[in-house]
């Protein structure tokens, strides 16, 4: 393994790892479950889980894997706040998509080289890029899966009593 | 820059983002602030704080930058559970140890190559690092800083209402 990989690998690891911690915690919940605030008067589990899939969604188009799978869960997930929209999917519904998006997002990271995530990510115009090249794919990864690590660390206080 | 000068900048710059959220986040809080919970029954922020501190002075021999600073730590906020231990250090002092073991990471960390990077930390062999050589250090930084973004999304819990 060149060094290059060595460093890809890592940052995919950490994804992996943080996919995995969260597809468990949120896959088994039941529909009351995921009612559970993860703290009085904040988000509940389902908004939580829902945000997480609505982000990963989000780098389909911003890695330019193509356009989204599921754009309603923006507006769901992020740009309302929990409550704000009456009709959620379901478990079943929302483990389906969560997992399609994960084999969809971690067969297309499979492709990249070391220089694609090195690489600038749609969110930042080539002319940009030249004077800001930390704005590429992998430190995208890097906030990505720091961000999964977050709200799992908020769900686990929820389900972990 | 070279490419694997690219990716030991994303780490770095990942782990500072979370080490800078964290240090506004819990240097800015009084003592009885610290004393709010982050959810009912659960950690108070001193605990996490502090533990947050005793996981970054473990980087140290983990990093083979030398030993812990603050020994005691480890014992007080990754041993036991809070309130365990009755007096815990202030606010100020909790401050200093913060500010004192981010800054001696942060000088050390400047001087790994990519390839200091990507050797063994002190937790594994030689022998067994051969077998895994995905336990190197840049991986535990990741490690790391994920943990880092677990305990700020439950601080945020607490302080952002």
Request: no cysteine; charged share 25%.
């Amino acid at each position: 393994m060149t060094s290059d990989k060595g460093f890809v690998d890592a940052g995919l690891r950490s994804w992996r790892s943080n996919m995995d911690r969260a597809g468990k915690l949120f896959g088994s919940l039941t529909s009351s479950e995921l009612e559970i605030e993860v703290a009085p008067d904040r988000n509940r589990l389902i908004y939580i889980w829902g945000h997480l899939m609505a982000i990963n969604d989000g780098i389909l188009p911003l890695f330019a894997f193509g356009p989204r799978h599921y754009p309603d869960l923006e507006d769901m997930f992020v740009a309302k706040p929990d409550r704000a929209v009456e009709a959620l999917p379901g478990p079943a519904a929302l483990l389906n998509m969560w997992t399609e998006l994960d084999t969809a997002l971690w067969q297309e990271f499979q492709k990249l080289s070391p220089s694609d995530w090195l690489d600038r990510h749609q969110g930042i115009s080539p002319e940009d890029f030249i004077r800001e090249p930390h704005r590429n794919k992998y430190s995208s990864l890097l906030g990505r899966t720091a961000h999964l690590g977050y709200h799992l660390g908020q769900a686990n206080l929820a389900v972990r009593k």
